[in-house]
């Protein structure tokens, strides 16, 4: 072959190669593994020198182990959400939001409908009023004060109605005697809590004074709080201090805390996987996200004196950080709620809690359950 013949033509070819890949292809770096992996082998071929030929045979196989990993890692991405979003959720629903990264648009009735195929998972309303949160039962003149709720989309009560997301059903089952306020989001972490609080947002929304402040945890808002989710690119970044405690530092996306090179290589699965936003919280992140919630407490009880934080947490403990992450609460001494004993059997069949096989979100009578946990334990409400 005249490539071999000539080492500087190969060298220009492959070089052109990779770059137009980069410049026009998805995945490069498959792309690129896949490129180098044949160029590699034929090389292996063509050559006469033993030593050169074993080199390109061992150099060939570690870009294909790569390549077979970096194409696994695709595939396992395109298939793990096999579902389809219709409805003016997917048009103007998200906005922008400097201090929490993302939030809704204000005072809006989305639509939502979730599909797996030709079978229809949930069809609901999210209906946001003019603060940005989702709308609460109407309470003209609260008898025992405000409850706060804060989390993701699990507080926030993705795939059901606005009257039955559980903080609006703990305002239902306590006959509205609280006021309530519902201040989660799609994708939100304990970060977005702590800003929320600490940066004033909660205070001028809030109009009465809180006598709870409820904060419900899923495992995965360890990497959050940390900003490896893909969808949160913008939101508050807290860092540790020495003296104990976090302090906002900015936001994830700024230019000093995500230089250009870890952007690029973030297009790269297996860096994405091993070291970027696709992996596993580490023990200083979990320390990280540990101290955000216990800040959170600390801000809540110097500012609202008698008021009471509660911690509700998903612990089933399929995720291989799920131990480290419920030791770290437990060592805040918070008042910490373990959903496998709020939901009786919800590690021996998850399913029958779930809003389908397709969709893991609390389906509406899990919300209704765990409303009628947080009024009866936390707010200790008898009718």
């Not at 150099?59 to 409805?87: H, I, K």
């Not at 000093?256 to 860096?271: I, R």
């Amino acid at each position: 072959m005249i490539l071999w013949r000539h080492p500087s033509l190969l060298v220009t070819v492959v070089v052109c190669g990779t770059i137009t890949i980069f410049l026009t292809v998805e995945q490069p770096f498959l792309w690129t593994l896949i490129l180098w992996t044949t160029v590699a082998f034929i090389g292996a071929i063509w050559v006469k020198t033993t030593w050169l030929k074993t080199v390109l045979v061992n150099f060939a196989a570690v870009l294909l182990v790569l390549a077979t990993y970096e194409c696994y890692l695709w595939l396992r991405e395109l298939n793990s959400d096999p579902t389809q979003m219709y409805g003016s959720y997917t048009i103007d629903y998200f906005d922008s939001d400097e201090l929490l990264g993302y939030g809704p648009a204000k005072a809006n009735v989305a639509t939502a409908e979730k599909y797996h195929g030709d079978n229809l998972i949930y069809s609901v309303r999210y209906t946001i009023n003019d603060d940005g949160l989702r709308v609460s039962p109407s309470t003209v003149e609260p008898e025992l004060g405000c409850v706060l709720f804060f989390g993701g989309s699990v507080t926030f009560g993705e795939g059901v109605a606005d009257d039955q997301s559980m903080p609006y059903q703990v305002g239902d089952l306590t006959d509205n005697r609280y006021r309530i306020y519902n201040f989660a989001f799609h994708g939100y972490g304990p970060h977005q809590m702590l800003a929320a609080l600490e940066q004033g947002r909660v205070g001028k929304i809030a109009d009465c004074r809180p006598t709870h402040i409820i904060y419900q945890v899923i495992i995965p808002h360890v990497e959050r709080a940390s900003g490896l989710a893909s969808w949160d690119k913008h939101g508050p970044r807290y860092i540790l201090v020495s003296e104990g405690g976090v302090m906002l530092s900015g936001h994830f996306d700024d230019e000093e805390v995500a230089p250009p090179w870890k952007k690029w290589l973030g297009q790269w699965q297996t860096y994405d996987t091993l070291f970027g936003r696709r992996r596993t919280a580490n023990p200083d992140e979990i320390h990280l996200f540990a101290e955000i919630v216990n800040t959170a407490r600390t801000f809540i009880e110097q500012r609202y004196t008698g008021a009471e934080f509660h911690v509700l947490i998903w612990d089933h403990n399929e995720l291989s950080n799920h131990d480290q992450v419920l030791e770290a609460l437990q060592a805040k001494d918070l008042r910490l709620h373990r959903m496998t004993d709020i939901l009786p059997g919800y590690l021996a069949d998850k399913a029958q809690f779930e809003l389908s096989s397709f969709d893991h979100h609390p389906a509406a009578a899990t919300h209704t359950a765990i409303a009628r946990y947080v009024a009866q334990h936390i707010l200790a409400y008898q009718r």
